[in-house]
Every structure is written in structure tokens, then in C-alpha cells.
């Protein structure tokens, strides 16, 4: 984006953290609920992405009596916890305000940021007491205008996911938001996702359509390639579910990395950051000395001083 003649790259604070072109690429472990309802686990996904060097942790929140549709509520299934009411299932999963305060605590004392997915207004009314840094809208709720204005009213930064999303759906929600303290986030909502449904050159075309927004990548595919690719055409913000094993119990489980494959992603996105540059060709400090060595004619340009 260009002001005045000059190229302008949009920026989004969330919490101590700048996002946007220009920046580090703002990590995301996402947590969601593979925690499976244990404070517990969820602290040992907290510490496993701090090991990794992740911005920030995110969970899901939902008030099940609104998000589970009635004829829905009754029926059984099996479980962890022996088999239950798919209501009773969905409250089981959930956390309380004193579980989310202990999350609170234990995330200041380690130095990441949380934050959470509202699934319906109630939730958004629930998490306004914890001063989260910014909500992000899931892609299954990009056409609930009523609940991505709520999220917006709060003042606070909203990222939305547009899996699962026509072209048309993004724009009506972007018109309704407005682009002000926006993110908006790439995303293909199969679990996992194979890699020809990623489309991600898909960053590209948000960034040309919402140049004042940062962009971002919510990847759901197995592997980390992938996501590496999406930071190298240039998302700024990146998003995967993380679990303790895959093999665990829960519908994300499968699509999400485990700690020492968080650990490598964020190591490598920071190289790549390293390696992309800025553009301008030049010899480099560590080429001299093979200069020297290898080359036999010098060219008549000087190398500068």
C-alpha cells in the first residue's frame, strides 16, 4: 500500500508483538481443544510451545447450550470418560473461569501471549474478563456477522479464517468489519488437508485485495513444508494446531503437530526470515574470501569501499 508515494506496510499490535509485513511472522500454537478438557495437558501444549519460541497459544471457547443444536443434545457417544450425551461431552471439554485463570497465570509467568476462538456471543461476553490481546473468528463462523461484530466491538484486534469460505462470503465480512484492527488468514478447513486443496498462492490474492490488513496462514495439512512456503510468499502471521500425540484422542488430533515439529517450524520460519532479505544484490562479507580464492579476472566494476 502506497500513501503519498510511499509504500506503507500495515502493522497490528497484539499484545508486545507487532504483526504485519516487515515484522516477525507471529507464531501461533493452536490448542484449540485437544487438551481434552485437562488443565493439565493444556499447560504442558503452554510449555511446549514456549520451548518452541510461539508468540502465542489460542483456544477454543463455546457455551454448548448455543453452539450444539438441539436434536443434537442427546445423543450418546463413546469417550475417554466412559460414554455420555454429546451436550455433556461438550461441557466436559470446556473450560471454567478458574481453569481459564489458571491458563491466564501460567501464561504471564512464562511470557506468551493466549488467546481464544469465540464461538458465540455469550463466549465473547465470558473471555472480555481475562484482557485478551485479540480474538480470532473461526472459519466455520465467518458468515456470523452478529458474533464477529461482537468480537470487534471489544476494541480488540480480530483475526478471522476464511476456510470454508467463498470469495463473495470474505468480502461481506470484511465490508461488515471493516478493515481497521483487522487480520485475515488463509485457510482450507479439511482436517488434515491435502496439500493440491491448500491453495496458497491464495495469500497473494488477499493481500492485493486488503492491502491494509496483515495476512496471514491457518494450515490444517500434515507436514511442515507447507506452512514454510506459506511464510515465504509472505504471511505474516501462521497458525497450526499443536497436540502432545497425535494418536490421542479428538477430532483435531491428527491434524496437528507435535511439540518437536513446533520446534522446527519456528526454527525454520526464522531462517527463513534470515534468508529472504530485502533485494538488493550485493557481495556478501562471508563471499569475499571465495572471491578472492576462485575468481581469476576481476570485473571493472569496483566493489564498493
Same mark, same amino acid.
Given at each position: ?64 447450550e448455543l453452539c450444539v443444536p438441539r436434536d443434537q443434545w ?34 504471564? @509467568? $512464562?511470557? #506468551? ?5 469465540? =464461538? ?7 473471555? %472480555?474478563?481475562?484482557? *485478551? ?18 468480537m470487534k466491538s471489544t476494541g480488540r484486534p480480530l483475526i ?27 485457510s482450507t478447513s479439511s482436517y488434515p488437508c491435502p496439500p ?42 501462521? @497458525? $497450526?494446531? #499443536? ?5 490421542? =484422542? ?7 503437530? %507435535?511439540?518437536?515439529? *513446533? ?43
Open positions: 500500500m502506497k500513501t503519498n508515494g510511499k509504500e506503507i506496510h500495515p502493522s497490528i499490535k497484539i499484545g508486545n508483538r507487532r504483526v504485519g509485513d516487515g515484522h516477525p511472522v507471529f507464531v501461533i500454537a493452536e490448542i484449540g481443544i485437544n487438551h481434552n478438557g485437562s488443565l493439565d495437558t493444556a499447560k504442558r501444549l503452554i510449555d511446549g510451545a514456549v520451548l518452541a519460541g510461539a508468540d502465542a497459544v489460542k483456544f477454543q471457547t463455546r457455551t454448548p442427546d445423543i450418546e457417544r463413546d469417550t475417554p470418560w466412559g460414554r455420555m450425551t454429546y451436550i455433556d461431552y461438550r461441557h466436559r471439554v470446556e473450560f471454567t473461569k478458574a481453569d481459564y485463570a489458571e491458563i491466564d497465570r501460567h501464561c504471564r @509467568e $512464562r511470557n #506468551i501471549l493466549w488467546l481464544t476462538s469465540c =464461538w458465540d456471543e455469550s463466549a465473547v461476553d465470558f473471555m %472480555e474478563q481475562f484482557s *485478551l490481546p485479540c480474538y480470532k473468528a473461526a472459519s466455520a463462523s465467518l458468515t456470523d456477522i452478529p458474533l464477529l461484530k461482537k478471522i479464517s476464511t476456510g470454508m469460505s467463498t470469495l463473495e462470503e470474505i468480502r461481506a465480512a470484511v465490508d461488515a468489519l471493516g478493515t481497521d484492527n483487522l487480520l485475515i488468514a488463509h493440491g486443496d491448500l491453495n496458497l498462492r491464495m495469500i497473494h490474492t488477499l493481500k492485493a485485495l486488503y492491502p491494509q490488513c496483515p495476512i496471514g496462514y491457518s494450515g490444517h495439512e500434515v507436514g511442515l513444508a507447507t506452512t514454510w512456503a506459506a511464510v515465504s510468499l509472505g504471511a505474516t502471521f501462521v @497458525e $497450526r494446531h #499443536i497436540t502432545l500425540d497425535r494418536a490421542m =484422542w479428538g477430532s483435531d488430533q491428527a491434524a496437528s503437530v %507435535e511439540i518437536s515439529g *513446533l520446534i522446527r517450524l519456528v526454527s525454520n520460519i526464522r531462517d527463513i526470515e534470515r534468508a529472504m532479505g530485502d533485494g538488493i544484490k550485493k557481495v556478501t562479507a562471508t563471499e569475499m574470501a571465495q572471491r578472492k580464492k576462485l575468481r581469476r579476472v576481476e570485473s571493472a566494476a569496483a566493489l564498493p569501499n
